[in-house]
């Protein structure tokens, strides 16, 4: 079964506008990391927060991470229509493997 | 582009077929990790192997089976096909085994069609 869990499954917003995402997982990670794929195409990898951070940047984008919820959230500020992709939360469960599991994700649409 | 290559980019072959899939990882990344991606399964993940040793394993079927050479590169062979296996197949590659946190880069996939 999954470990990830995304809310929502979609958004649309106008650009200009910010857009979060959140995660649940189920059990206890080494660290979380979000990426993006654009339409059937590979991922790419966003940003990594450890278990031991709280909160990570990285240009527009801001990840929180709360292991005592099991969750995370990623904030896009200032959408853009390029931003229009699917975008994934990973868990790595253990520091001996990069092995990642993979949530469901969340289709993001930015409208122009 | 991410360093990772991925070949061929579409297969397209018949059930009961045997394929390989390889890939290429980034210069001096020494792990390499297989995922499945389908509409009803999401993104799985196969099997890793780090510096042509298996190290991790996830729900990979017994149909399947991996290897990484001398020269890094790894190869996914899938045999006796059936339709479910129709998917986007990701190669993904890291510097190390994962230890501390590493990110992972991606190849554009190989787009398997069983028919």
């Known amino acids: 079964s999954q470990q990830g869990e995304e809310d929502p499954q979609a958004l649309s917003i106008q650009e200009g506008e910010n857009a979060t995402m959140n995660c649940s997982y189920k059990t206890s990670i080494n660290n979380l990391q979000w990426y993006r794929q654009n339409s059937g195409r590979g991922l790419v990898h966003l940003i990594l927060i450890r278990s031991n951070e709280r909160e990570k940047h990285s240009g527009r984008l801001r990840v929180t991470l709360d292991t005592s919820k099991k969750s995370s959230s990623l904030l896009i500020t200032a959408s853009r229509a390029a931003d229009t992709a699917s975008y994934f939360c990973a868990t790595a469960l253990s520091s001996n493997t990069g092995k990642l599991i993979f949530g469901q994700g969340t289709t993001l649409q930015v409208k122009p | ?115």
């Open chain 2, 1 to 115: 582009d991410s360093g990772v290559t991925q070949t061929p980019k579409h297969l397209i072959t018949a059930t009961g077929q045997r394929v390989t899939l390889r890939c290429s990882p980034r210069s001096g990344d020494l792990s390499v990790y297989w995922y499945q991606q389908s509409l009803d399964q999401g993104l799985q993940f196969l099997i890793q192997y780090y510096n042509g040793e298996e190290r991790a394993k996830g729900n990979i079927l017994e149909r399947f089976s991996a290897q990484q050479f001398p020269d890094l590169h790894s190869e996914l062979n899938l045999s006796s096909l059936e339709l479910g296996d129709s998917a986007l197949y990701f190669c993904a590659s890291s510097v190390a085994t994962g230890g501390g946190g590493t990110e992972a880069f991606f190849g554009q996939g190989t787009r398997l069609t069983v028919v």
